[in-house]
C-alpha cells in the first residue's frame, strides 16, 4: 500500500461548481497536510496548509483533515477556469524542514 | 510572491554533457532545502536533502556522483546533473521551507531538462 493515494483523475466540472478532492494515507503519524496546487511546466505552490484534524478555510478554499479515518480533502467553491490545474496532497510527521509524502496529484479541469 | 527561485527554467543538453540548476531562497535563509524530480503525471520524487555547509542526503536509488549537490551559502543550492543521459531528461524541482522550519516547504518553479 502507498504511503498516500489520490485519484490522479483527470475531473473536470463546470465553471461555479465545487471541486471536491480527497487524499488517504496510511501512517498515523502524519499530523501537518497541504494541498498544492501545480499549473503544467511549473512548480507546485501551497495553497492550504493545517495541522491535525479540523477544518481551515481560505477564501474559496476549504481543506478537512480526519486523522481518525486517515482522509483529507479540498473544496473549492465557485470554481474558476483559472483553477484548473493539478492538485497535489502532502503530509508529514514533523514541522518544515523535513520530508513530505505526496500524492499522485489530481487534475482538474473546469471548463467555462 | 514566490520565495523561491530556480534558474535555469528550460534546459537542452547534448548526452554525456553535465548541466547546473540553482536554486535560490529568497529574502530568507534556508539551512535545508530539497531536491525532487517529477516525470509527467507523476508526483514529486524526494532525490536528496540538501544541507548548508555539509554534505546532502541522497534517497535510495538516487545516484550521488551523478547528482551533485552543493550548498555553499544559505540562500543557494546547486544540482549538477554529471554526463547526463536522454534517461535523465526530466522536471526537477527544489524546495525550501520559509522560516527556519516553522512553516511548509516553499517550491521553486523547476527546471525541465531535456538531454537530446
Known amino acids: 500500500q502507498k504511503e498516500v493515494e489520490q485519484d490522479p483523475g483527470p475531473l473536470s466540472v463546470p465553471e461555479g461548481a465545487i471541486v471536491s478532492l480527497n487524499c488517504t494515507y496510511s501512517?498515523?503519524?502524519?499530523?501537518?497536510f497541504m494541498w498544492y496546487r501545480q499549473y503544467s511546466r511549473k512548480g507546485p505552490e501551497l495553497l492550504m496548509y493545517?495541522?491535525?484534524?479540523g477544518n481551515k478555510e481560505d477564501g474559496r478554499f476549504t481543506a478537512q483533515v480526519d486523522k481518525s479515518s486517515k482522509y483529507i480533502s479540498l473544496f473549492i467553491r465557485d470554481s474558476q477556469p483559472s483553477d484548473s490545474a493539478t492538485y497535489l496532497c502532502a503530509m508529514s510527521a514533523l514541522k518544515g524542514n523535513n520530508r513530505l509524502a505526496f500524492g499522485k496529484g489530481n487534475q482538474v479541469v473546469v471548463i467555462p | 510572491g514566490a520565495v523561491v527561485s530556480q534558474h535555469p527554467s528550460r534546459v537542452i543538453c547534448k548526452s554525456g554533457t553535465s548541466v547546473k540548476i540553482e536554486c535560490r531562497s529568497l529574502d530568507f535563509q534556508a539551512t535545508t532545502m530539497f531536491w525532487y524530480r517529477q516525470f509527467p503525471k507523476q508526483s514529486l520524487m524526494l532525490m536528496a536533502t540538501s544541507n548548508e555547509g555539509s554534505k546532502a542526503t541522497y534517497e535510495q536509488g538516487v545516484e550521488k556522483d551523478k547528482f551533485l549537490i552543493n550548498h555553499a551559502s544559505l540562500t543557494l543550492s546547486t544540482l549538477t546533473v554529471t554526463s547526463a543521459h536522454p534517461e535523465d531528461s526530466s522536471f526537477y524541482i527544489c524546495s525550501a521551507s520559509f522560516g527556519g522550519g516553522e512553516s511548509p516547504l516553499h517550491f521553486g518553479n523547476g527546471t525541465r531538462l531535456t538531454v537530446t
Open positions: 501512517n498515523s503519524a502524519f499530523q501537518y
Open positions: 493545517t495541522y491535525s484534524s
